[in-house]
């Protein structure tokens, strides 16, 4: 039996076991820990820190330590590690696994805290250059092989980090709750072990890792998710380093990864499943009051990243909100380039050829979104709103060559819209084609450009351009299709009135190519043009005051392009003209502006045709023909301007200033001709006066002295018309030379040849008189009557409604030359319609080339075409074998003519024309006055032999009212 006595009997070995165990407990339970806390702070003494340590607690049965309320301070006295409760519980099966195993390690409230100072100094790499070996050619080589160990659970609770960065501006950032939970973590090789860990930050954001880890050799598998507000943080710590600082409302990154190291030793990572979401982003300019770029969201969706082989996939990113503030300052730079950080870089310019890192992406969205931009360089800054932007792309990549669909949609805040379809390129230039569409896009937002020129406003206006595009390295700009500008209406800035417009501008056909340097367009359509001209008291204008002189050296430059223009027609156009300059203020207007201007080509021979024609005021008639070389009109030009049936009584400002009368009563012909050749003028003026009646002297200080009343009495002629040849000549680089004093001067000197016309027995009736009051003036092959002939006839009529036993007597006549040239060349321009629209095919309007030949081959199959071009094809340079270049415009010029002489009329087509003539006439008399319809005759239709100015004549002739054949054509 045992007793105490037989236990504690030291002869024997159990007495001897019972002291070691005893002694085993005690070292362990009660010296452990004090020589661990005095060896942990002595140690730390030694390198001037301080540790502090409220409880060290070790159980030598289960090989457990567990030290409570740790506090470790650098030399100032911050603290830099603290815990409240780190426990290990070391297990004795190390000794048969041959490495170190732990069942537990536990470490609860962990604060660590760490301050950067300058480049990478801080404290604790202070505090590991303390403990580092004076010499370091005494310490022994580390081996790259890791310590065999083995961790059966692994616990951080409720860690948190802080960290003062003063070297990004004093930055202070605090991290935690931090979770860390880790089971069977081991350095034993292929033993993979389940992790995971998750960080809570104080703005909310979470961080979790889920996944596997394996140690020996390095394998990582699992998931990531970072969710919440705390981009912030990085937002924040990032401003310092950035010219702009950023704000994000929450984010949400999510993807799974597999990431190891290969054989080689290189990290072969691959991330799938990538999802990244961010709301409420801004990025502002520091110092500025407002975001220049902001987004509501962000989503990228399918991303799949592989290291090895440098690859980069994604299914979608959208972009939603985005709101973009893009400013042009006054010294030309663009404000977002302002937020890109400085970087230094030897990198060559360009496409490097090297493999590198294949991106590609599905599907990119761009919705709800806006841009606004702004041009702070001209006087009044030009800005505009691109809203409601909707853009979307299919299947892009960062390979030299890809191009890929793009579609966009948008919406001017000042009115209009823009759509986009196509295929764009980025590498290894920049390159784009496809269709561009502009609809009804307001011209107003242009008005801080037109004010840098001119003193004058953009009331209204809208651009309508839909076609296809080009740019690219070796085609700098490329663009085919239609333009149109609408309702424009420029008003005078000076004294707010309307200034210039037009209803509709329409070009159906515009190619302009910059490479080729060519810009040709089909025919100008002008409808509805109205311009305002104003000579002030000062004899100012109202366009002359208007410009704005621009700085010498400030000039722009335009292209040098080969321009050709189709024609131009003019459709319901008018002109205001006023002249305040005179004693008594005068006005005209014309209106109802018709007609054309031929093919413009500023690198061709061939002049241009105008052919224009209007209504002045009331009754009057303006004709403006001839040739001109638009591009130099004071080297080249021809023009006769023709007026009829003005209304003297208007003129009375002009006749009070150079003679003194006023005009009561009288109508004007004015034949105007003008030839300009290499700046010098030849004019011969035409001016014929009927029904003068002058007014009492004027006694305004200003008028005129010429005895116009004498010279009316001796100059008029036996059928009282005042006829007046006055030519003007000069030079008109000639500072003396203003061409409207020298014809007021040719006037003073022959007005005494003006008359006043001894009225005849109708005309005196209604208070018309005239030689040709029985004259009407037809354009050749048109049957139309002219607005003066109009009021001849209704007058007339008034006259014959006084004169019941007087009738009229109408002939219909032609003139074979003048109006068979007008029937051919109607009929050839119908015939260009016609073929125009069979080969409509081929894109050609009439006019073109290809329309021409067509009819030439068909009406001319004598014509050599080929031979005939060469007559308009300049020879090839002298020594070379380059072939000449054919002159478009002369060639087809030649081509219409050859093909109107090849039209036919025949005299039954005459008799047509002057059948319709005559009916015309006893129409509109009949129309005028119904009581008429049994006095007016037609007669047998003839030919007339003499044509007056290019025109037509029929003479009414007067006779008994039972006299003549009624009604036969």
Not at 209 to 234: C, D, H, M, N, Y
Not at 521 to 528: C, N
Not at 838 to 850: I, V
């Amino acid at each position: 039996m045992l007793t105490m006595r037989n236990w504690i009997n030291y002869r024997r070995k159990r007495f001897w076991a019972l002291m070691a165990l005893v002694l085993y407990t005690l070292l362990g339970f009660f010296v452990a820990p004090r020589i661990i806390e005095r060896s942990a702070s002595a140690t730390l003494a030694g390198v001037e820190r301080t540790l502090s340590l409220r409880q060290v607690k070790v159980n030598p049965f289960v090989l457990s330590m567990e030290i409570a309320g740790a506090d470790l301070r650098d030399t100032d006295g911050e603290q830099m590690l603290a815990w409240e409760r780190l426990y290990v519980n070391f297990q004795l099966s190390s000794l048969f696994r041959w490495a170190w195993t732990f069942r537990e390690i536990s470490l609860d409230e962990l604060a660590l805290s760490e301050e950067r100072f300058e480049g990478l100094d801080t404290r604790f790499t202070r505090l590991a250059d303390a403990f580092a070996p004076k010499d370091p050619a005494t310490t022994e080589p580390e081996s790259g092989a890791l310590p065999r160990l083995v961790i059966q659970d692994l616990n951080i609770g409720a860690a948190r980090f802080a960290l003062l960065d003063h070297a990004a501006g004093d930055y202070v950032v605090a991290l935690g709750p931090i979770d860390i939970q880790i089971d069977d973590l081991q350095t034993l090789p292929d033993h993979e072990g389940s992790k995971s860990i998750k960080i809570q930050t104080p703005s909310g954001q979470s961080i979790e890792w889920r996944g596997t880890l394996q140690l020996a050799p390095l394998v990582s598998k699992g998931s990531i998710a970072i969710t919440g507000a705390g981009f912030e943080e990085a937002f924040r710590y990032a401003d310092y380093f950035l010219p702009f600082n950023a704000h994000m409302q929450d984010a949400v990154v999510r993807f799974d990864y597999d990431a190891r190291l290969n054989p080689a030793g290189e990290p072969d990572v691959h991330v799938d499943n990538l999802e990244l979401e961010a709301n409420g982003t801004r990025i502002q300019r520091d110092g500025a009051d407002t975001a220049w770029v902001a987004l509501d969201r962000f989503a990228l969706s399918g991303g799949t990243i592989n290291l090895i082989e440098q690859s980069a996939r994604f299914g979608s990113i959208k972009l939603s909100g985005l709101d973009v503030d893009a400013q042009l300052d006054q010294a030309g730079e663009i404000n977002l380039l302002q937020l890109l950080p400085e970087i230094e870089t030897d990198l060559e310019p360009g496409f490097s050829e090297e493999a590198g890192w294949t991106i590609e992406l599905e599907e990119f969205g761009l919705s709800a979104s806006t841009v606004k931009l702004t041009d702070e360089q001209p006087t009044l800054p030009a800005s505009v709103t691109l809203q409601g932007i909707e853009l979307t792309s299919h299947n892009l990549d960062n390979q030299p060559g890809s191009q890929f669909p793009v579609a966009a949609r948008i919406e001017l805040s000042s009115g209009g819209q823009l759509s986009l379809d196509g295929h764009w390129g980025f590498l290894p230039d920049l390159s784009a084609q496809g269709s561009l569409n502009l609809e009804q896009v307001e011209l107003a937002v242009g008005q801080p450009y037109l004010a840098q020129v001119i003193h004058a406003q953009l009331g209204s206006g809208s651009l309508d351009l839909a076609g296809s595009f080009e740019f690219g390295p070796d085609q700098p700009g490329k663009f085919g299709g239609r333009l149109a500008v609408n309702e424009l209406e420029i008003r005078d800035g000076v004294r707010d009135q309307r200034l210039a417009a037009w209803q509709s501008m329409t070009i159906e056909r515009l190619d302009l190519d910059l490479a080729a340097e060519t810009l040709n367009t089909s025919r100008v359509d002008l409808l509805g043009m109205y311009g305002r001209l104003h000579i002030a008291e000062d004899l100012s204008t109202n366009v002359s005051d208007l410009l704005i002189s621009t700085p010498e050296g400030e000039a722009g430059t335009t292209p040098d392009l080969s321009i050709i223009v189709a024609g131009i027609d003019f459709g319901d156009s008018g002109l205001d003209f006023s002249d305040v300059s005179l004693p008594l203020p005068f006005r005209a207007e014309i209106r109802a502006l018709n007609g054309e201007i031929s093919a413009l080509a500023n690198r061709s021979s061939e002049p241009a045709r105008v052919q224009l024609e209007g209504q002045v005021n009331e009754y009057g008639l303006a004709r403006i023909n001839g040739e001109l070389n638009p591009w130099d009109v004071t080297d080249s030009a021809d023009i006769q301007m023709t007026f009829r049936n003005l209304d003297m009584q208007r003129l009375t400002p002009y006749t009070v200033s150079f003679a003194g009368y006023p005009i009561e009563g009288g109508r004007l012909d004015m034949d105007l001709g003008y030839e300009l050749v290499q700046r010098q003028l030849n004019g011969q003026n035409k001016i014929i006066v009927r029904e003068l009646k002058l007014g009492e002297k004027s006694d305004h200080p200003d008028a005129g002295s010429l005895p116009l009343g004498l010279a009316v009495a001796l100059l008029t002629d036996a059928n009282g018309v005042i006829d007046l040849d006055v030519p003007v000549t000069g030079n008109l680089d000639d500072p003396e030379f203003k061409i409207g004093g020298v014809v007021w001067r040719a006037l003073g000197n022959l007005i005494t040849k003006a008359v006043t016309a001894p009225f005849r027995l109708l005309g005196a009736l209604v208070g018309m008189d005239s030689e040709d009051f029985g004259q009407l003036e037809f354009t050749p092959g048109s049957a139309e009557i002219s607005p003066p002939d109009q009021e001849k006839l209704a007058k007339l009529g008034e006259a014959m409604l006084q004169r019941p036993s007087l009738a009229l007597q109408a002939s219909g006549v032609y003139e074979p030359q003048a109006d068979g040239l007008a029937l051919q060349t109607q009929k050839f321009e119908a015939a260009q319609e016609t073929r125009a629209g069979e080969l409509t095919g081929s894109g050609q309007p009439a006019g073109t080339r290809e329309v021409m030949e067509s009819l030439a081959s068909e009406r001319l199959p004598e014509l050599d075409l080929a031979g005939f071009a060469l007559q308009f094809t300049a020879p090839p340079k002298e020594g070379t074998e380059t072939p000449g270049v054919i002159d478009e415009v002369a060639y087809l010029a030649g081509l219409r003519e050859r093909l109107i002489r090849s039209e036919t009329t025949s005299e039954a087509e005459l008799l047509a024309l002057a059948g319709s003539r005559a009916a015309a006439v006893a129409e509109r008399l009949n129309s005028a006055q119904p009581a008429l319809s049994d006095r007016v005759k037609i007669q047998q239709s003839k030919a007339v032999e003499a044509v007056t100015e290019g025109l037509v004549i029929l003479e009414l002739e007067v006779i008994t009212a039972g006299d003549g054949v009624a009604n036969k054509p």
